[in-house]
Structures are given as structure tokens and as C-alpha cells.
């Protein structure tokens, strides 16, 4: 027997299925997105930067350098982030002005030191530090000197004590690989209120 009608065709039930199918599928994934914004979701303030300057930060602490390092570590993550294009500061929307107001140390961790150490004392010494970096955060619209945005960032990292003697520790240098850690932590933080506002 041949089939006469389109209705009489072994293939006419799964292609409605299909149909139906496809029909479901589409609304409910149309449905689910309704919330959702393809491509970068900038902060209001920030809608029409497109490219950034970021100049050597200016540094209120002890600490030498510091000013070029977070500067470069930075320009690295707003590059990595791709929401923003790094330009010189006369081609600029916008300035990103930051001060490196503090750079702290405090302990995190004691372990008993005795006198099987070679020291005749017992006491407690610190094994770990944490790190805690802040940066005071301006960005500033480049031709009419505007404040687009201004915040405290903050990064910290920790860091152990290298020697377990504390007459051969020498903190001030593990303090100083600690310091790149903080640097990116705070510069994840600070691309992430630009591009994204939180």
C-alpha cells in the first residue's frame, strides 16, 4: 500500500515530533537568557572609555619601586581583561591615577621555638605573614579632568619565613617575593570593578 496523504506517512510522526521538539527547545532557551548581555558590561561612569593611560603610580610608602611594579603588573591584567585598550596617556579616554597608600605586614602564624634550636629562650615565632597592599584608585576622563570612578583596592598575598632560626630569617626578603602576589591580586580587583563594576 502507498501512501495517499502526508498524514498516512511513517515519517509524518517524528517529523512533527521534531518539529514540536525544535519549537520547545528555542523558548526555552530564549527564556533563560532574557537577563544575560553578550560582550562587556561596563560600570555606567565608564560607557564610552574605550581606551585607558595608566601613568607610574605615585607611592606613600617605604617601600622602593613599588610604584613601577604594581604600574606594570596592571597594564598586564586590564590587557589580559580585553575590555579596555592600553594607550599612551595623550591618546587616552580616561587616566587610571593610583597611590600606593599602605603596605602591611602582619603575622599570621606562630610555631613554639625551644632551645633545641640552638636558642636558649622559648618563645613563640611567627612562620607566616600576610601581606596586605592598598591602593587609592582615581580614574579621571582625560579632557575635562572628571573623576569617573574612585575607590580603595585592596591585595594581599601571604608568605612564610624561609628559616625556621629566627638569627638566620631574613623576613624583609621574603616580604619582597610576597610583594608581586599582592600587586596582581589587587590589580585582578581593580580590572574587575572597571570592566565590570564589582
Avoid at 616580604?175 to 565590570?196: C, G
Wanted: one cysteine or more; hydrophobic letters at 40%.
Amino acid at each position: 500500500m502507498v501512501p495517499t496523504r502526508a498524514t498516512d506517512s511513517v515519517f509524518f510522526p517524528v517529523r512533527w515530533g521534531l518539529s514540536v521538539a525544535a519549537v520547545v527547545l528555542l523558548a526555552a532557551s530564549s527564556s533563560g537568557c532574557a537577563g544575560y548581555h553578550l560582550g562587556p558590561v561596563k560600570p555606567a561612569a565608564m560607557a564610552q572609555v574605550r581606551t585607558l593611560a595608566v601613568p607610574a603610580f605615585k607611592n606613600n610608602t617605604l617601600e622602593p619601586r613599588l610604584e613601577v611594579l604594581l604600574a606594570n603588573v596592571l597594564i598586564k591584567q586590564i590587557q589580559q581583561d580585553g575590555t579596555y585598550r592600553i594607550v599612551s596617556e595623550k591618546d587616552a579616554d580616561a587616566v587610571v591615577l593610583c597611590t600606593v597608600e599602605k603596605l602591611d605586614r602582619q603575622p599570621a602564624r606562630s610555631v613554639r621555638n625551644n632551645s633545641s634550636k640552638g636558642i636558649l629562650a622559648d618563645f613563640y615565632q611567627t612562620s607566616e605573614f600576610t601581606l596586605d597592599l592598598v591602593l587609592k584608585v582615581d580614574v579621571q576622563e582625560k579632557g575635562t579632568g572628571k573623576s569617573l570612578f574612585k575607590r580603595e583596592v585592596r591585595g594581599t598575598s601571604s608568605f612564610f619565613v624561609s628559616s625556621a632560626n629566627p638569627l638566620t630569617a631574613d623576613v624583609s626578603r621574603d616580604e619582597r617575593q610576597a610583594i608581586p602576589q599582592a600587586a596582581e591580586d589587587a590589580s585582578v580587583r581593580l580590572t574587575s570593578y572597571l570592566s565590570e563594576g564589582w
